[in-house]
T-cell receptor
Framework: GEDVEQSLFLSVREGDSSVINCTYT??????LYWYKQEPGAGLQLLTY?????DMKQDQRLTVLLNKKDKHLSLRIADTQTGDSAIYFC????????FGKGTRLHILP | DAGVIQSPRHEVTEMGQEVTLRCKPI?????LFWYRQTMMRGLELLIY????????DSGMPEDRFSAKMPNASFSTLKIQPSEPRDSAVYFC?????????????FGPGTRLTVL
């Protein structure tokens, strides 16, 4: 069945890079997404990658996709306190399936 | 556009009471989703509609939960009777069919506490 797995917590020092990992099961997914949820708010699309791409870079964000291993990662360079949030990995075939979210904690 | 609107933002009720959560999707969007978020289970899809028609309600936990979408601009999620384990944040989201990457736009959520 469809499933998206990601670790629940990640702590990173301010200024370091954060890497959030995700595995998914549906090899026919057309799009894979990273959503961000700030405290007290709904989810917002952060970035996405089409399934025929290996990498996508957008300013401080780098998304890597390994289709063979069904592994998706999000790298945030120069992590700032404003990056503190929950990050959700999601895949889409006929509907979007979300992981449980990774809570990113920034250490001073 | 004001985005997806949900009401109320917070709801505190007693066990056994009926609870109704409301959602107004973004104008022109033809998909509407209801999600529930808890620390233990994460984000769960409860039900989604396409053009006001329920497509998949397999995530609805039990018969106490029901959802309706009487028109393109309004949906409700009702819990009757409510139980303490229903306490969670409930999100509504909408999206547009045919949009290039099918982004879902989320409302701010309704935090439900059942005592």
């Amino acid at each position: 069945g469809e499933d998206v797995e990601q670790s629940l917590f990640l702590s990173v020092r301010e200024g370091d890079s954060s890497v959030i990992n995700c595995t998914y099961t549906d090899s026919s997914s057309t799009y894979l997404y990273w959503y961000k949820q700030e405290p007290g708010a709904g989810l917002q699309l952060l970035t996405y990658i089409f399934s025929n791409m290996d990498m996508k870079q957008d300013q401080r964000l780098t998304v890597l996709l390994n289709k063979k291993d069904k592994h998706l990662s999000l790298r945030i360079a120069d992590t700032q306190t404003g990056d503190s949030a929950i990050y959700f990995c999601a895949e889409r075939e006929d509907k979007i399936i979300f992981g449980k979210g990774t809570r990113l904690h920034i250490l001073p | 556009d004001a985005g997806v609107i949900q009401s109320p933002r917070h709801e505190v009720t007693e066990m056994g009471q009926e609870v109704t959560l409301r959602c107004k999707p973004i104008s022109g969007h033809d998909y509407l989703f209801w999600y529930r978020q808890t620390m233990m289970r994460g984000l769960e899809l409860l039900i989604y509609f396409n053009n006001n028609v329920p497509i998949d309600d397999s995530g609805m936990p039990e018969d106490r939960f029901s959802a309706k979408m009487p028109n393109a601009s309004f949906s409700t999620l009702k819990i009757q009777p409510s139980e303490p384990r229903d306490s969670a944040v409930y999100f509504c989201a909408s999206s547009e069919q045919g949009a290039r990457y099918n982004e879902q736009f989320f409302g701010p959520g309704t935090r439900l506490t059942v005592l």
